[in-house]
């Protein structure tokens, strides 16, 4: 802290009185100064140095150098900037510079002063220059007590007001503030409460100004030149005004007597405390430097009158870290309290500044003693100046920061209808304002560590903001920022409207397999690029150069397509089968080989479960032919070979029977989509009669209604006794030279009923028809393929019902 406000305060320690008329130009006011003022000139080391460098010109017989005229062609090259180390050890060697010199001549005046010499002025000349600042002092003093006296009758009027007014809640914790509130007071009774404390801010204010002017009425009138004010009264006017409008501020925080008007939450007796010490404090430390110092060193000498300020500053310094050291656990104690009651922003600054409040407060004591020293008539000024600004920075970004917490802890919640169309938005975007918001809150707290950091002048913020570094700086984020904003706005639209595809809404069912696969792969890739051309940019933004970047990974790129030559041909042949549609997830193909139903279709392979439970992964470039049994409709081809006895026309009609039985089935009857065709035969051979039938049946039916319909024609070719021949054998027994033959041992037949032209095959067992109208008999049809039907409908009842998309039907 020493060292910020030496490197940042222009004035030395020795720095001339506010007394003191601005110095001339040495070499021509030279021979016009009086010692007096010669004395305090040499005081100042910049003058004195200027001087001698003034003096050593004139030896050598060499005109002042002078600044060269602003349109000369030559213009003087800039000061270079002393670096940090330069800057302190000059700040502190003038310093101490300054305090020794101000020691040794003031022994030398109290010397002088003990012999019974005057310094700056003797009796009658100080009779007639202290006699206005008596005057203005008498006269400011009784107008400030008279009017005090006034304003407290209106204060209490006021105190009793708002008492009246306060809500009972706000009422109970005025005297007690460890008690928590126990319901929040309405907006009115705040807004008369601030307009009180307002009103009452104001009056104590006009006191001060009045009693002001009164007093400076006062040194008019004593002033031996009529119409100008005297410098010394002027001096204490501007000490009073000064230091009792801070004490203004501090009785509005503490308000003693008027509890009601109390800024702040705490016991009378505790304010009491707290003001008394702040006043003692203010008054001691505002009119030591404003007004002690100046009068002593217009009466007596310069160097007097910054000792005897720096002796009080010292005692001041002293008193007040005496206090802070001595409170520190109990305003702790006081502070956690006040947290564990409060919500949880405050409360959670509250004991953070309860840890380090004694810090802050010797740190803040100790600026304002070398300040004191390094420019005693500015110095009050300044902290006031750098107070104020340090709190109302602080109170207004943590007010924003309270905003956007409390932002921050509602959800963003969309309609219903939004929601239901974009289900993911409402997730994206409550993922997205918290990331921004809580972006916002740093930079406020970066903003309010700058403004803090130049009230107190150690940063120059407005130099930063005009210098080629801090406009760069702010163009940089400024662009960081429009470049985050535009690209999570890109991804927001893309990952939408996708999400609205992938969604089920009124007039459109469930998205395909396919619409699902394509649009997944296509919002990857939108990611993928929207993250790659956004972080070029930020990295472009911020200075780095991504040409090399872009050239190695492009190099990269291509060592890596032609060592995987197989990968990129997988990721092509994926990308076209999707595009046109050649498979889809839960579709039944044959895949390089492999039969199966497909689970899992990436940009690079498709995963196809075979009938055995196999997981078969197939990369793409390995696919040459894709058979979709599973695309428009489907059919049941069926080819039945009869024995060469039977009748072609027959076993036709019973196909057809069987067919119009299966179509009777509530199961599998919707499931076909035509009559049957009969193609008629197509191969005799030894076997037998073949003939072919078609069954166009839904996608993916064709096995369920196969399984059927050869269920059925069993019973009916059992039925009517049609054989479905055996392998058929031509037995030779062989002869010998002469053309016999051994004899076969051949058994007849035993006699059976003529069945006539319905007689049963050899190993067939006849059945009677039995025709199957009920829908109970779908089992037997099916077989466990109507257990999996029903599954496979709950399946899709459960998908309708979930925004997920679900499966097709296998």
Known sequence: MLSCVLLTWPGQAGAASPLQPPSQPPAAS????????????????????????????????????????????????????????????????????????????GVDDMRALASGRSLRMDGATAGNALLPLLLAGLATVIAYLVLRMIAMRIYTRIDRWVAEHASPSEAATVHDPGTPRRAPASMRALYQRLGAIVGAVAIDAGVVLLAAMAGGAAALWGTPERGTLDTLAAVFLRAFVAVEIVKVLIRTVFAVRHPHLRLLPMSDELARYWNAW???????AGY??????????????????????????????????????????????????????????????????????????????????????????????????????????????????????????????????LRRRLPMLEARVNAYVPAMLKSVGWIIRIVIVLLVLDAWHAFDLSRWLSSDAGGAAIKIVVNVVIVLLIAALAWTVIASI????LSQSEGRGMPSARERTLLSLF???????????????????????????????????????FGAQKLVQDIITGVFIQLENGMNENDVVQVAGVFGTVEKMTIRSVGIRTLDGGYHLVPFSSVDVVANHMRDFSYHLGEYTIAHRESVDDAIEHLRAAFAELMTDSVLGPEILEEMT?????????????????????????????????????????????????????????????????????????????????????????????????????????????????????????????????????
């Open 30 to 105: 030279a021979s016009a100064l009086t010692p007096d003022a010669l004395a305090d000139l040499l005081d100042n080391p910049e003058a004195r140095k200027a001087l001698v460098d003034a003096l050593r010109a004139q030896a050598a017989g060499k005109p002042p150098a002078a600044s060269p005229a602003p349109g000369s062609a030559t213009s003087p090259k800039a000061p270079t900037e002393p670096g940090l180390q330069e800057r302190m050890a000059d700040g502190v060697q003038q310093f101490l510079t300054g305090v020794a010199a101000d020691m040794g001549q």
């Open 278 to 284: 702040l006043v003692r404090v203010v008054a001691a």
């Open 288 to 417: 030591g430097t404003l007004l002690v110092d100046p009068v002593i060193s217009a009466a007596l000498s310069p160097a007097l009158g910054r000792l005897a300020s720096m002796v009080i500053m010292l005692v001041v310094y002293v008193y007040a870290v005496r206090i802070i050291w001595q409170n520190r656990h109990s305003v702790r104690d006081r502070m956690n309290r006040h947290a564990a009651h409060a919500a949880t922003f405050m409360g959670s600054r509250l004991h953070f500044l309860s840890r380090i409040w004694h810090v802050l407060g010797i740190g803040y004591f100790t600026v304002l003693l070398i300040v004191s020293q390094i420019d005693p008539t500015n110095a009050l000024p300044f902290m006031a100046r750098a107070t104020a600004q340090t709190l109302l920075v602080i109170g207004v970004g943590s007010l924003l920061i309270l905003f956007l917490n409390t932002i921050l802890a509602k959800p963003i919640r969309l309609s219903d209808d």
């Open 498 to 501: 996708i999400e609205h595809r």
């Open 523 to 561: 919002r990857n890739a939108a990611l993928i690029v929207i993250v790659t051309m956004t972080l070029m940019v930020l990295l472009s933004q911020i200075g780095i150069d991504v040409g090399p970047l872009i050239a190695g990974a492009g190099v990269v790129g291509l060592a890596i397509g």
């Open 678 to 810: 009969v193609a008629g035969v197509t191969a005799v051979n030894d076997k037998g009669v073949t003939i072919r039938i078609l069954i166009k049946t839904t996608p993916g039916m064709q096995w369920a209604v196969q399984r059927g319909y050869n269920r059925l024609l069993k019973k009916h070719f059992d039925a009517a006794g049609i054989e479905l021949p055996y392998p058929h054998t031509v037995v030779y027994f062989g002869q010998d030279k002469r053309g016999y033959a051994p004899s076969a041992n051949v058994t007849l037949q035993a006699e059976r009923p003529d069945d006539g032209q319905d007689a049963r095959a050899a190993g067939h067992t006849r059945r009677r028809f039995k025709p199957e109208t009920s829908q109970d008999d779908s089992a037997e049809v099916l077989g466990n393929e109507l257990e999996a039907r029903e599954e496979g409908l709950e399946e899709a009842g459960a998908r309708a019902e979930s925004p997920e998309p679900g499966t097709r039907r296998a």
